[in-house]
């Protein structure tokens, strides 16, 4: 299980990605919540690669890349909800988050943030470096925010289904918050296993509920256009397929389906 699952939770980030990129609809809000799946997928794969490195060298670089992959998820998280609820932050809070964003960027790769890496009950696992408190904060004041936005939208919204809608990203926030934030209390001395690539399974989830249940994004079009093309080949396939078969059933003497074919 301790490889297998950051592929699973590839799998779900991928197959949610690609369902909303063939969206017959285009949303406004499609492409952040597009890029940030695109980062939560990158996370399993970083995952994946650190687990399965050979040494601990190794495993130190791709959990940078790790660190990287969360904290552009965050902001990207942080577009989409403000895209979706139509709230438009001002300059004095979003010039400030994609400042320390980049010198988040830049820090990583210096060993300020995670510096090494360690053997531990449950696996590798970083050593963190004095910047880490700002790589936290740069990765979860995003989220906090995202959650705000959303929590008023939801109150102020008359729309039963985008109240919902509201409240199942919320619950998947609070699953990548508390999961997110698991991965680093063994470092710090509490004993427990790392729940991050579980709480983005369990994101990964709530979005899917939202997207069928209550049609987030107008996914909807997407499954019924998807189920009307996949039924209609399946009825022409059907029909040409059992007219091949009985034809060359009645006159196999003569010809063959392949033949025919």
């Known amino acids: 299980m301790y490889l297998a699952i950051p592929i699973i939770e590839m799998?779900?980030?991928?197959?949610?990605?690609?369902?909303?990129?063939?969206?017959?609809?285009?949303?406004?809000?499609?492409?952040?919540?597009?890029?940030?799946?695109?980062?939560?997928?990158?996370?399993?794969?970083?995952?994946?690669?650190?687990?399965?490195?050979?040494?601990?060298d190794i495993a130190l670089v791709w959990e940078q890349f790790v660190f990287l992959a969360i904290v552009s998820g965050s902001l990207f998280f942080y577009l989409f909800a403000g895209t979706l609820t139509g709230t438009k932050p001002g300059n004095r809070i979003l010039y400030p988050v994609y400042i320390f964003y980049l010198v988040v960027l830049c820090f990583i790769p210096t060993g300020l943030i995670v510096k090494d890496m360690q053997m531990m009950f449950y696996g590798k696992a970083p050593v963190i470096g004095p910047l880490f408190p700002l790589y936290v904060l740069c990765a979860y004041v995003p989220i906090i925010i995202s959650a705000v936005m959303l929590v008023k939208y939801g109150r102020h919204t008359r729309v039963f289904d985008n109240r919902v809608r509201a409240q199942y990203i919320l619950f998947g926030i609070a699953c990548l918050f508390i999961g997110a934030t698991t991965d680093y209390l063994p470092v710090l001395g509490v004993y427990m296993y790392t729940l991050g690539i579980i709480?983005?399974?369990?994101?990964?989830?709530?979005?899917?509920?939202?997207?069928?249940?209550?049609?987030?994004?107008?996914?909807?079009?997407?499954?019924?256009k998807a189920a009307t093309y996949s039924l209609t080949s399946a009825i022409i396939f059907g029909v040409f397929g059992s007219f091949i078969y009985l034809l060359s059933y009645l006159v196999q003497d003569f010809m063959s389906p392949l033949s025919l074919t």
Not at 19 to 26: H, T
Not at 34 to 41: E, G, K, N, S
Not at 202 to 210: E, G, I, N, Q
């Open 199 to 224: 709480g983005v399974i369990l994101f990964c989830f709530t979005a899917t509920v939202a997207m069928l249940k209550y049609n987030l994004l107008e996914m909807k079009v997407v499954l019924r």
């Open 11 to 56: 799998v779900f980030c991928l197959a949610l990605l690609v369902v909303l990129m063939v969206s017959g609809k285009k949303h406004i809000a499609r492409r952040p919540f597009a890029l940030f799946l695109v980062f939560m997928t990158m996370w399993g794969f970083f995952i994946f690669m650190m687990r399965s490195a050979s040494d601990l």
